[in-house]
């Protein structure tokens, strides 16, 4: 087929509407799945899958969205490095209004610094080198999902030998936080949707263990509507049939070893570093930073940030949604003091944050 | 000095210093309002826009205006597209346009247009004749005239390239009410064509993303479509012109104007594949993003078909088709029903619109 | 975290001795890094994540989940 008429089946809505009526006649007692990917929140509310399910099942959205869980003290090194002179901050379009501890990238823009969107990390390594008077700096962050290519550029920028190229090292990984959420005390959560593009780069091979280990199904899953009720589908057969274990929904993009090649080029530039994880604190081993044959392209250590000191909105219940513990609608602020036009909090930013994604698509009842 | 000496010395020529004669580029001097000012009007401007009003050149232009001319519609818009050249247009066709439809959006008919334009030093000279050109013939599609203008020249940096304001004049007839304020329960709502394509068009063009497509801009004067369409159905009551912010945010700007709720049905939408497809790679969604040749139809629903085939024999209107429906309820809410039955609120656009890649 | 759609490879070269691919998703074409795809080849599909390939689609799986699935879901309409 030279077109894509073999993906389409994947939002069919006979099809769709077919597999969540599959659901309603499997479901006997009410279940609490999270999906950890930001990604499928953002369809979740898109397609207004949510209304399709039966009232026994409960969304959780889980922090799968780096631009919300990225640390305060690095976005705030973000902003001092974009304010300097002769820098060019380049970043995926996400992180230009997610708020630091005073200001956001884009104050910074309107003061006079130089921050370009680029779609892809390698598009900064093009700027660096058309720009070789400039110091050149991309914000890196991402999941497993984005590491393979924020791991490209600094592989190319070497390979050029680019002097004026570093990146600021923001990447987070996933199975630290689905342990970190999992053996929280006050977790509720018994069926898993595991991030589909993570698994593509990563496979599943890390999550037998994890399921087993907290006697909680998971399935990897995709991102088209009929993806995302396949995926409900199958953790809610397990949890029904008292089933642990690891299912993959998302065959036709994901493997079990996941690609080797990524995994590799992952390795040879990024090392697993603690990470804090905005509004839920230090998750040991969950970021990737930079081994020290590439210390040359780190900016924390080419720009001297100084003592970051941050300031969190003391109202911003952030940590609590992320980690699935509340939801937006229970927070005071939620769509009186804090809405996308004035975010207190990261997950009212990104798109898919749990909370813009709320306040953009599941407000109608109110 | 010897007479000797001065036998020695050779002519060249006259060593009288002549100025440069700036043909090239736009210069401060240009701004002036003296010379120059005059010769880059005559020899950009005039050459392509003649007309009467503007041959008086007086301060302002004289109009006499026909009778029954109570009702008339003023517009304004200043625009500083970059860039200024994109597939599908420029600059100069948006201005001429975004005005036209304007004031063709209260049910007027557009008949002047006023221009400034605000130029960097250094601006080509020949990019202007090519901006001026393209106003010509779009007000020649309209038939509009540019019936008086200004030019400035500003130093280097002070603005990006050109900036061009055109204010638009038309006549309402009399028995005409056409506004955001009209729409009633029961209104089918209408959208004359495919979404998104002006948005992609410029974003494109300014190659920070890196893709390529076919994709072309639809701004094009909607005014003749219009007249026709409210010839054939005049009980009309809203027309809105999606431009920035997309469809979403003029329909929630209608929705509050009128004390409504707008329910739109996602399966009816007209959205080119490929730009379906720009969006979906970028994490845009086409109801946001800005149309330069699309209009809003409001009217009652028992008209709508009448309405879609009138904007169906116009070449911007091929596409055109009925999406969805005005009710009392929740007034100023805008909802989206999905193809699979559910329901989600269609906001206005909160603030800039941004690639992601979550 | 994931925005990754799925492309067509039109044809592949090197750039900076990195194995690049020009994509066609639908109409928009955009350069694309493979270089974690070396085995991929024109006519395949890929999913592209900021500009990045990341695996091989597989036609075949996808037509056959929903192949199970229309089986499935036609089987479930006629119990139900």
């Not at chain 1, 898993?192 to 087993?212: K, N, Q, S």
């Not at chain 1, 995302?228 to 008292?242: A, F, H, K, P």
């Not at chain 2, 209104?187 to 300014?206: C, K």
């Amino acid at each position: 087929m030279s077109s894509k008429d073999f993906l389409k089946g994947f939002r069919d809505a006979k099809l769709v509407k077919r597999v969540a009526g599959e659901i309603r006649h499997r479901v006997s007692q009410p279940w609490s799945i999270m999906e950890i990917c930001g990604g499928q929140t953002h369809a979740i509310m898109q397609y207004g899958l949510d209304q399709l399910l039966p009232e026994e099942i409960e969304l959780i959205h889980g922090p799968g969205c780096p631009v919300c869980v990225t640390p305060l003290e690095l976005i705030d090194q973000a902003l001092w490095i974009a304010s300097q002179p002769n820098v060019i901050l380049t970043s995926f379009g996400d992180m230009l209004r997610v708020p630091g501890s005073t200001s956001d990238l884009f104050s910074v823009r309107a003061a006079g610094g130089q921050i370009r969107v680029v779609y892809s990390p390698l598009d900064s390594v093009k700027i660096a080198k058309d720009n070789p008077q400039q110091e050149v700096v991309f914000f890196a962050i991402g999941f497993e999902t984005t590491a393979p290519a924020n791991a490209m550029a600094v592989v190319q920028a070497q390979k050029l030998g680019l002097e004026n190229f570093s990146i600021l090292p923001a990447n987070v990984l996933v199975p630290p936080a689905m342990h970190t959420i999992l053996s929280s005390p006050n977790n509720r959560i018994q069926g898993f949707l595991a991030a589909g593009h993570v698994c593509a780069v990563m496979g599943y091979w890390e999550y037998p263990t994890i399921a087993e280990k907290y006697q909680t199904p998971i399935v990897v899953t995709g991102f088209e509507p009929l993806d995302l009720l396949q995926g409900i589908l199958s953790t809610v057969e397990m949890l029904e049939d008292g089933r642990v274990g690891v299912e993959n929904a998302y065959p036709r993009v994901v493997g079990f070893e996941g690609n080797r090649a990524a995994q590799g080029l992952i390795n040879q530039v990024f090392k697993p570093v603690d990470r804090k994880w905005r509004g839920i604190g230090v998750i040991p081993e969950s970021g990737l930073g930079l081994r020290n044959v590439y210390q040359d392209f780190d900016a924390t250590e080419r720009f001297q940030t100084g003592e970051i000191r941050t300031q969190e909105s003391e109202i911003c219940i952030a940590g609590e949604v992320l980690q699935g513990l509340k939801k937006p609608a229970d927070c005071p602020a939620f769509g009186t003091l804090c809405t996308p036009n004035s975010p207190l909090g990261a997950p009212m930013v990104s798109s898919e944050g749990a909370c813009a994604a709320y306040y953009r698509y599941g407000r109608k009842n109110q | 000095m010897t007479t000797q000496n001065l036998e020695n010395l050779t002519m060249q020529g006259p060593i009288c210093p002549l100025p440069h004669h700036h043909t090239e580029t736009v210069v401060i001097g240009h701004g002036s309002g003296g010379k120059m000012t005059q010769d880059l009007i005559h020899h950009s401007f005039f050459s392509r826009l003649g007309n009467a009003y503007l041959a008086e050149a007086n301060d302002a232009a004289r109009i006499i205006l026909p009778k029954g001319s109570e009702q008339v519609a003023i517009s304004t818009d200043s625009h500083v597209v970059s860039p200024i050249f994109f597939p599908g247009g420029d600059i100069g066709r948006l201005a001429v346009c975004g005005t036209v439809n304007d004031v063709a959006m209260l049910g007027a008919q557009p008949k002047y247009l006023t221009a400034g334009f605000i130029l960097e030093e250094g601006f080509p000279i020949a990019s202007l004749d090519a901006i001026i050109d393209s106003m010509a013939e779009a007000c020649q599609e309209a038939s509009v005239q540019i019936v008086a203008g200004d030019t400035k020249v500003v130093e280097k940096n002070s603005v990006d390239q050109i900036f061009i304001n055109t204010a638009g004049f038309g006549v309402i007839q009399k028995d005409r009410k056409i506004g955001g304020q009209f729409a009633q329960p029961g209104d089918a709502v209408l959208i004359s064509g495919t979404l998104g394509d002006h948005g992609i068009a410029v974003m494109e063009a300014r190659g920070d993303l890196g893709f390529e497509s076919q994709i072309q801009s639809d701004v094009a004067p909607l005014n003749h479509m219009i007249e026709d369409l409210l010839n054939a159905v005049p009980e009309v009551h809203v027309l809105r012109d999606p431009t920035r912010g997309g469809l979403a945010t003029s329909l929630n700007e209608i929705a509050c104007q009128s004390k409504v709720s707008i329910v739109i049905e996602e399966d009816t939408i007209p959205v080119k594949p490929n730009v379906q497809t720009a969006c979906e790679m970028l994490g845009f969604d086409p109801l946001y993003l800005a149309n330069e040749g699309k209009v809003i139809v409001i009217c009652p629903a028992h008209f709508a078909e009448k309405a879609i085939n009138s904007l169906h024999a116009s070449p911007y209107g091929i596409q055109a088709m009925r999406i969805g429906e005005i009710f009392a309820d929740n007034p100023g809410r805008v909802l989206l029903k999905t193809q699979y039955g559910s329901t989600r609120i269609l906001d206005m656009l909160a603030n800039e619109i941004l690639p992601r890649i979550c | 975290m994931c925005l990754g759609i799925p492309g067509k490879i039109i044809s592949i070269y090197e750039e900076q001795s990195t194995k690049m691919a020009k994509v066609d998703f639908g109409g928009v074409t955009r350069e694309v890094c493979i270089e974690v795809i070396p085995e991929a080849k024109p006519g395949d599909w890929t999913i592209i994540h900021a500009g990045f390939a990341l695996n091989i689609l597989d036609e075949a799986e996808a037509l056959e989940t929903l192949e199970i699935l229309s089986e499935m879901a036609a089987f479930t309409e006629e119990e139900g």
